[in-house]
């Protein structure tokens, strides 16, 4: 290698992110212009970029509304680009959903809506369902958040208790023409779970919603149970005649990060192990199992020999359990050191694509091999701070913390372990 560790791994973090702009995947997945009218409507942390790229590459007319995360927001001349909360929903999100449906409405056989999701739309299109107030929303998003659930599962859950999602902005956008373009922050890259799947069909059912509450113990506001028991928050189902013209394309996955990531390895001479865009399961329990894999690698040069970097993406899971400032890749990382155990020659990183690790504005962070020992040398104890999950706190003391900003794209977390 002709640079340090860390800044190869800032390197590989940097194309993966690279590889997800919008400016780069939207083009080649533009449809013919309509005889009738041009609308665009999108959620999530990309979308504002997303509409940025489709504006200099339509040759037609168009107008649209996007809703994107506060501060993602990019100048658009024909698209309206409206901010909302995320990860927690407010005010402002519920009042651009509720706009979105009544956009789409009236449309002809002629008109198209080209759709741009990216993840984040669950939070930024709150629309309650019948009966649910937006606090209920509120209150249930942070209850999904804390509890373990993976983001399947918590999509299910919103989708059943939305009057947007599952299908149901598709359905109204009928009979015109529909081309979802979807940026995927989800593990297996199931368009149902990207924003909660607003122009998708959706298999799934109430009773799984109610399973999946029942399942990590989730009290339910009066009126989100309601709709879930009485069956009255039904998706819209595959096989639906209203989303008979909906076409979907995938521009950008996790595992096109982790391929732009290895070719940046492979140039200098690491060799990249491509371990899944897809993991999932508790933050502090992947870790582990990174390191024991990384451990293996430099102590019996299996399953290659360094210099070699571990690449994974997918989601992983933080039950909440202590107060402080924490987010899925931090605790993956502080889990990670303290099953190293000052290993020499690996290092690490790990961020979330679009920038903010939990609620913080930051993406992730660095491990060394000297980790602990900086930790231990300012009087902070590692496996407390893992307890109090507070990795953003720990990290950060240590000068270890990666903030890029805002990315503009979401192919969900970019994980890398260097072994030299």
Known sequence: MNITPRELLANMFTAAVNAAQPEHCIPRFLPEPPKGRTLVIGAGKASAAMAQALERHWPGELTGLVVTRYGYA??????????????????????????????????????????????????LLPLPGAGITLEDKQVINRALL?????????????????????????????????????????????????????????????????????????????????????????????????????????????QLALKAAAKVAALEGVTPVLLGDSIEGEARDVGKVMAGIALQTSNHRQPVPPPCVLLSGGETTVTVRGNGRGGRNVEFLLSLALALNGEPGVHAVAGDTDGVDGLEEIAGAFVTPDTLARAWAQGIRPRDSLDNNDGHGFFEALGDSLITGPTLTNVNDFRAVLIT
């Open 146 to 254: 804390k509890s373990g659930a993976t983001i399947s599962e918590m999509n299910c859950v919103r989708r059943h208790l939305s009057g947007i999602k599952g299908g149901r902005l598709a359905a109204a956008c009928h009979p015109a023409r529909v081309v979802n373009l979807l940026i995927s922050d989800v593990p297996g890259d199931n368009p149902i779970d990207i924003a909660s799947g607003p122009t998708v069909a959706d298999p799934t059912t109430c009773a799984d919603a109610l399973e999946i509450v029942r399942r990590y113990g989730i009290e339910l506001p009066g009126g989100a149970r309601n709709l879930l028991e009485s069956g009255a928050g039904e998706t819209v189902k595959p096989g639906d005649d209203r989303l008979a013209r909906v076409t979907t394309h995938l521009i950008a996955t996790p």
């Open 74 to 123: 990019v100048p658009c001349e024909r698209i309206e680009i409206v901010e909302a909360a995320h990860p927690v929903p407010d005010a402002a999100g519920r009042e651009a959903a509720g706009r979105m449906l009544d956009f789409v409405r009236g449309l002809t056989a002629d008109d198209l809506v080209i759709c741009l999701i990216s993840g984040g739309g669950s939070a």
